[in-house]
C-alpha cells in the first residue's frame, strides 16, 4: 500500500531535506491519471503549490487539462520539450508530470533539478507500448524513482489483473494517441494470445 511521504522537508535541526520522486505506472484505463489527480488534489488541499505538466501532443480532452478517463481533471501546461520545466516552475512544491512516457529522457534531468531543490515531483506514464515492450524513458524513471507504483486495469476479456494495453486498430504508429476505441486493457495470457 502506498502511503504519503512526509512533508515539508526540513529534518528537527531545521535542516532542508531533498524532495523525492513519485512514479505512477501501468497500461492503459489503470487509473494512473485519477491517481495523479487523487495526490495533487490532496497536496493542494493540504495548502501545497502544485503545478503540472503534459506534453503538448496530448490534446485528447482539454490542451490545458489533466483528464482521467471517469473525466476528473486538472489544469496543467502542455508543454513540447522536458527542458521546459525548470523555468517555468517557480514558488511550486509539488509538480507533476502526466503521460511521462511522450517525454524525451531529459525529463529526468527536470525531475533530479526540481527533486534536489527539495521539491516533491510525481510523474505518471504508461510502462509499456502496444507491443508489450518498455516503452523509454519510464524505465529509465522506474530505475530513479523513491516511490514507485505500479497499477493494473481490469482485463475485459477474463476479469483478471491487466498490465497490457493492447492495439484493436492495426496503425502501427507507436504514438498514436487511443481512446476506448482503439485500446483495451488486457492480462498477460489475453495479450500474448
Ligand atoms: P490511465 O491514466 O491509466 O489511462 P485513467 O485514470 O485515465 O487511466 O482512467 C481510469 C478509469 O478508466 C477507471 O477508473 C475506469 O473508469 C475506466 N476504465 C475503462 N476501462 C477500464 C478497464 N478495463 N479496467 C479498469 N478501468 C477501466
Ligand atoms: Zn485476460
Request: a negative charge; charged letters at 30%; glycine letters at 6%.
Amino acid at each position: 500500500m502506498y502511503n504519503e511521504p512526509h512533508f515539508p522537508l526540513k529534518n528537527v535541526d531545521g535542516v532542508s531535506l531533498p524532495g523525492w520522486f513519485e512514479l505512477i505506472v501501468g497500461p492503459m484505463f489503470s487509473g494512473k491519471t485519477e491517481e495523479l489527480i487523487r495526490r495533487l488534489k490532496r497536496a493542494k488541499i493540504a495548502g501545497q503549490e502544485t503545478l503540472i505538466f503534459k506534453p503538448k501532443m496530448d490534446d485528447r480532452y482539454h490542451e490545458s487539462h489533466v483528464v482521467s478517463h471517469d473525466e476528473n481533471f486538472l489544469v496543467s501546461k502542455a508543454i513540447e520539450k522536458p527542458e521546459e520545466i525548470i523555468g517555468m516552475v517557480k514558488e511550486e512544491t509539488v509538480i507533476g508530470i502526466d503521460e511521462v512516457q511522450f517525454f524525451s529522457r531529459e525529463v529526468l534531468e527536470a525531475i533530479r533539478e526540481l527533486t534536489k531543490g527539495g521539491r516533491r515531483v510525481l510523474a505518471a506514464g504508461l510502462d509499456k507500448d502496444y507491443l508489450g515492450d518498455p516503452f523509454p524513458p519510464v524505465p529509465d524513471l522506474m530505475a530513479e524513482a523513491d516511490y514507485l507504483t505500479k497499477l493494473h486495469a481490469i482485463c475485459v476479456r477474463c476479469g483478471a489483473p491487466a498490465s497490457f494495453s493492447y492495439r484493436k486498430s492495426p496503425v502501427k504508429e507507436k504514438l498514436l494517441l487511443g481512446e476506448k476505441d482503439d485500446y483495451e486493457a488486457r492480462c498477460r495470457n489475453c495479450f500474448f494470445e
